[in-house]
Antibody, heavy 121, light 109 residues
Framework: EVQLVQSGAEVKKPGESLKISCKGSGYSFPNYWIGWVRQMPGKGLEWMGIIYPGDSDTRYSPSFQGQVTISADKSISTAYLQWSSLKASDTAMYYC??????????????WGQGTLVTVSS | EIVLTQSPGTLSLSPGERATLSCRASQSVSSSYLAWYQQKPGQAPRLLIYGASSRATGIPDRFSGSGSGTDFTLTISRLEPEDFAVYYCQQYGGSPLWTFGQGTKVEIK
């Protein structure tokens, strides 16, 4: 069974750093792209970026380029999303999601349960 | 950026009724690159449809997708109680690579 399990909720202060994780199981983790999606409170979905764990090829949305860093460690089947200096506006639910992997199709077929990040002084 | 506009914003229907959700793109999108998701409160999104019309694994056949170019539709033939949720369309292409529509909420009338 394919599963993506994300790390737990975080409460941080502005200016602090943070790294959240997404561990895949039940499939060949290096061979599927993993994307990150933000959902601010009461709002819709925003694609942030995506990584191919096999070679760490990474693409970012222009809105998030330079604001976050996406990485992966294929040896432990885990992808990461990190911030060096959090802002209150980073308060949101963050989801990881596996790219469908079917040649020629673009969608995310399995999703993590989400990590709630709260940034408040 | 390819902008996806979903309509209506909210759809009020009764169980057993048919739901028709629209997703319009600001420029042409390949059908292979159009997907639909369902999100219930407190849950992660779930893939319903990929390639504009292919149902994802385990999705009931009351869900169907259609469309091409700039106009896409998600149809729920007969609403079940568990179908009341928010639905998002998503496309791939351009910059950013993926964009989502703003969502359509299907609520119980």
């Amino acid at each position: 069974e394919v599963q993506l399990v994300q790390s737990g909720a975080e409460v941080k202060k502005p200016g602090e750093s943070l790294k959240i994780s997404c561990k895949g199981s039940g499939y060949s983790f290096p061979n599927y792209w993993i994307g990150w999606v933000r959902q601010m409170p009461g709002k819709g979905l925003e694609w942030m970026g995506i990584i191919y764990p096999g070679d760490s090829d990474t693409r970012y949305s222009p809105s998030f380029q330079g604001q976050v860093t996406i990485s992966a460690d294929k040896s432990i089947s885990t992808a990461y999303l990190q911030w060096s200096s959090l802002k209150a506006s980073d308060t949101a639910m963050y989801y990881c999601a596996r790219h469908i992997g079917y040649s020629g199709y673009e969608a995310f077929d399995y999703w993590g349960q989400g990590t709630l990040v709260t940034v408040s002084s | 950026e390819i902008v996806l506009t979903q309509s209506p914003g909210t759809l009020s229907l009764s169980p057993g009724e048919r739901a028709t959700l629209s997703c319009r793109a600001s420029q042409s999108v390949s059908s292979s690159y159009l997907a639909w998701y369902q999100q219930k409160p407190g849950q992660a999104p779930r893939l319903l449809i990929y390639g504009a019309s292919s149902r994802a694994t385990g999705i009931p056949d009351r869900f169907s997708g259609s469309g091409s170019g700039t106009d896409f539709t998600l149809t729920i033939s007969r609403l079940e109680p568990e179908d009341f949720a928010v639905y998002y369309c998503q496309q791939y292409g351009g910059s950013p690579l993926w964009t989502f529509g703003q969502g359509t909420k299907v609520e119980i009338k």
